[in-house]
């Protein structure tokens, strides 16, 4: 079976299973199965189109996990890998490679940001003390977090994503990875199909550090 066959097929399942849910008043749980599809064909990777006439990711303001300001200062001069994370889906195992990848480049001046998010699937439903505890004591992560946020509402990780990039580089999916250069600047962006330590992602962040 061609690649093209094997992708109507599955779209054709997602399209089925969605009209059962449909059915059974289940929209909201449609809507997410349709997302999901959706992001299953985005391209794998974004690249950024001149990139220097961007809002700098480090001009602006974000909050923590924990509600405090974000110490900026600590982050400027970096480069940092932004994912939007969720503790109950089928893509959290990235956590783990994640911090993989936050340990592996640290030293040089990198980081992971997570950026937890309950838009898709309802996959991170608890509140930040939560969220904050679950990821240090099951997944060990020790990059920073900031505070959960709606790609549906104005929200500070987003409306920067959308100021940097346009609309079209939003997530689809929980764990889009975006890379950020040391200036602050959007460079690309992965689908969550790309696992943290690819090695197009870990080649793309060599090449900026």
């Excluded at 480069?79 to 340990?103: F, I, K, M, R």
């Excluded at 699937?121 to 997944?139: H, I, N, R, T, W």
């Excluded at 929200?155 to 990875?177: M, R, T, Y």
């Excluded at 959007?186 to 080649?203: F, G, H, Q, Y």
Aim: hydrophobic share 35%; with cysteine; charged share 20%.
């Amino acid at each position: 079976m061609s690649f093209k066959t094997c992708k109507i097929v599955v779209f054709s399942i997602f399209v089925l299973a969605a009209a059962i849910l449909l059915n059974s008043n289940g929209r909201q749980h449609m809507a997410s199965l349709l997302q999901f599809g959706k992001s299953l064909f985005s391209a794998r990777q974004t690249n950024i189109n001149d990139p220097t006439n961007q809002p700098s990711f480090y001009d602006r303001q974000f909050t923590d996990i924990q509600g405090q300001p974000v110490d900026m200062n600590q982050l400027r001069g970096k480069v940092a890998l932004l994912v939007n994370t969720a503790s109950e889906c089928g893509y959290t195992p990235q956590l783990y490679t994640l911090q993989e990848l936050h340990d592996k480049y640290k030293d040089k001046g990198f980081t992971v940001l997570g950026v937890p998010c309950n838009n898709f699937g309802k996959q991170e439903p608890g509140d930040e003390p939560q969220v904050c505890s679950l990821y240090a004591s099951k997944f060990k992560t020790t990059f920073p977090l900031t505070t959960k946020q709606d790609k549906d509402k104005p929200s500070e990780v987003f409306q920067w994503i959308i100021d940097a990039g346009g609309k079209d580089v939003l997530p689809q999916w929980n764990f889009h990875k975006y890379l950020i250069d040391r200036e602050g600047h959007l460079v690309a962006a992965w689908n969550s199909r790309v696992k943290p330590l690819d090695e197009e992602i870990t080649k793309a962040i060599e090449s900026i550090l």
